[in-house]
């Protein structure tokens, strides 16, 4: 057995209604003054209240941050950050999906008050340096995992997004309440649970750093996963389900922030770069094209998930029962649905190839012929 090193979000606390404990894990912390970092959506569909309740009840100031958007810019960033040292936070609070989470990262950083770096500075891996604020993570979609990995997205250009990774943003607590998912639409909760799947696909079948510890809690995950998110799309109100696509999905977030993911991704990216497309439907439009195009060099790892994949047909190889979920989850299943048009895949393919950090984990190298040829594929 090679070595290897396995790190992850120190302590999970998993329990409905669990956001009503929210402002007493701050006071845990020695916190006096938190910033909660959400979005529009997250306001307008109710889903503080049980965290407004906390608060309410405690010794604990709290200010909101309201106003993050997908694929998040850098000057949102900016802002969240600027509202988090004029209120004086020492606690930041991510909640809601990926977004809100990544920035909610990034803005522990950047008011910490012992980083020295700019924003630019931070991009890349392992560059950022210093200490944060204490951090609570709390999804409200079961996909990103967010809420256990080192990582942060941010978008930093018209068509370009840019990675920090770094263990500094490992968040201290992941709060997993489920009966925050009971409203997520069916095109969400699908497109988010098949991003999941694709983290414990991804981190499984990673080149470099796949180990034991990441590969049990991928094929963890991916069980879980394949036997929910057909009820949890169907039957929203479904707790059990909820509750189980969470669970999932922070394992397979443990697996990948470990073992990371690969061509998936990468070609996912300039799907939301260019067209808005929401991340877990970008690497859901892909997939079943790269796992074709990987399997001659992860052959023998697809038979050991595929038996783990249920869903509507538990028979068949990887491919087929992947194929068969994204279908009985109802997702678009091609580029053109998006209105993609065919001239822009040259495009696309060129800016996957500056997803170098993801693609070295891929099992099978990726030329810019390869990518095209997978779009092309995929449409």
């Keep these: 057995m090679n070595g290897f090193t396995f790190n992850t979000t120190p302590s999970v606390l998993h329990e409905a209604g669990g956001t009503e404990r929210l402002a007493s894990l701050c006071r845990e912390h ?19 209240g049980a965290a407004e309740r906390s608060f309410a ?33 020492d606690i930041i609070i991510g909640f809601g999906g990926g977004s809100s989470m ?8 950047l008011a910490s008050g012992y980083c020295r ?20 993570q709390i999804p409200t979609t079961a996909g990103t995992g967010s809420e256990v990995t080192p990582i942060a997205i941010i978008t930093t250009g018209e068509t370009t997004k840019s990675g920090i990774v770094s263990p500094l943003l490992l968040p201290d607590i992941a709060l997993l309440d489920p009966a925050l998912t009971l409203g997520l639409p069916p095109h969400v909760t699908a497109a988010t649970g098949i991003d999941a799947m694709v983290h414990a696909i991804e981190a499984y079948t990673s080149k470099i750093r796949k180990n034991p510890v990441s590969d049990a809690l991928a094929r963890e995950a991916l069980q879980l996963l394949s036997n929910n998110i057909v009820t949890a799309v169907h039957q929203g109100d479904n707790l059990e389900a909820r509750s189980a ?30 067209f808005h497309i929401p991340h877990g439907l970008s690497n859901s439009l892909v997939l079943p094209q790269v796992l074709r195009f990987n399997e001659p060099a992860a052959a023998t790892l697809y038979e050991e998930l ?19 979920l994204i279908g009985a989850v109802e997702l678009p299943r091609r ?37 095209l040829a997978i ?3 995929a449409y």
């Design 30 to 48: 020695g916190a006096r003054s938190a910033l909660v970092i959400t979005d529009p959506g997250i306001v307008g569909a109710g889903l503080l």
């Design 57 to 89: 009840d405690s010794d604990v100031a709290v200010d909101w941050f309201t106003r993050v958007e997908a694929d998040p810019p850098d000057t949102t960033v900016r802002a969240a950050a600027e509202q988090a040292l004029a209120a004086g936070a």
């Design 102 to 109: 990544d920035v909610a990262k990034v803005v522990a950083l």
């Design 117 to 136: 770096q700019s924003l630019e500075e931070l991009y890349g891996v392992g560059s950022a340096q210093g200490k944060r604020l204490p951090l609570i």
């Design 245 to 274: 696509m969470l669970l999932g999905a922070l394992q397979a977030g443990q697996a990948f922030a470990n073992a990371p993911v690969a061509a998936v991704h990468a070609l996912a990216y300039p799907l939301g770069g260019h």
């Design 306 to 324: 595929a038996p783990l994949v249920g869903g509507p047909e538990p028979t068949g190889d990887l491919i087929h029962r992947m194929e068969s």
């Design 335 to 371: 580029l053109r649905d998006m209105d993609i048009g065919e001239d822009v895949l040259p495009t696309l393919a060129a800016d996957a190839m500056k997803q170098q950090r993801l693609l070295v984990n891929n099992p099978r190298e990726v030329s810019e012929a390869d990518a």
């Design 375 to 377: 779009y092309r594929e």
